[in-house]
């Protein structure tokens, strides 16, 4: 089966309205969209300040029952399902932090995704799951997170959502083996993975992560890594980097994934529409490897 191209938001210029968002998403021809909640006055973190990527405040925390059934209302007119919602607020509110509030609002801030996203009708949220740091040790960021994600695995199945962990550079679940093991200490059906495949290649072969964590992946992110260059800066496009996109095409059809590769690059200096399009051609030869 051809596997179906999304588009996260991030990818787009900043400045866009919410429908501007998914018509641009539809004209250059994605099948699925996944929207990013912040906070009405973003904070600069990884994603927006090394990764550049848009944060635009187009999805709130704040956000009011009559917006989600606008948001839901543009998604049927653009035919453009939300499948997935992101963030990047839990990298300041860290499931693993060593202030007990910051940790609470971490989880609060999950249950807020799932809300939303059962609103938008969507059926899975990213949440990274914690960072080590030098004032978190490892041991004591994978208790937190394992106890944080415990919690939250009733909530989830209570309202049919999937928590997808996400691997990033947060020096925590460092190789599938322990992501996997680590997935299934939590022992519920809706905390699973969500795969980010050019996180993976300064690390390991992500064709060997989607094997080990088989069904356990839920949703799936695609950027191109420059392994050459080796640090934040090697992130690019599609196709541009050192990414073997057929043997990683090749595993996910073998564990029977079906769901969206959900672009999440950072846009284009110049001509910022541009890079949804290039993305969007770019997915039509990976699909179909």
Known sequence: MTLLKGMNVWTLPAGLTIEEQFALTKDAGFDTIELNLSESQPQDNIVSKDLALNDSPTLTLDVTATELA??????????????????????????????????????????????????????????????VKQTESYDVC???????????????????????????????????????????????????????????????FPEQWIRILGDRIKKIHVKDFNTSIGNIYGFTTLLNGSLNWKNLVEAIHEIGYTGPLTCELSAYTENGQQLAYDTSRALDYIVNL
């Open 70 to 131: 606008e948001i839901r209302a543009l998604s049927d007119k653009y035919e453009l399902p939300i499948t997935s919602i992101s963030t990047s607020l839990h990298w300041n509110y860290s499931l693993t932090d060593q202030d007990a509030a910051t940790r609470q609002k971490g989880i609060e801030i999950v249950k807020k995704m799932i809300d939303v996203c059962q609103s938008l009708g969507g059926d899975t949220v990213l949440v990274v799951p914690g960072l």
């Open 142 to 204: 994978y208790d937190r997170a394992l106890a944080a994600l415990k919690e939250l695995a009733p909530y989830a199945e209570s309202k049919e959502i999937y928590i997808g962990i996400e691997n990033v550079w947060n020096k925590f679940l460092l190789s599938p083996i322990e992501t996997r093991d680590f997935i299934d200490k939590i022992d519920s059906p809706f905390v699973g993975m969500y795969f980010d495949a050019g996180n993976v290649l300064q690390f390991g």
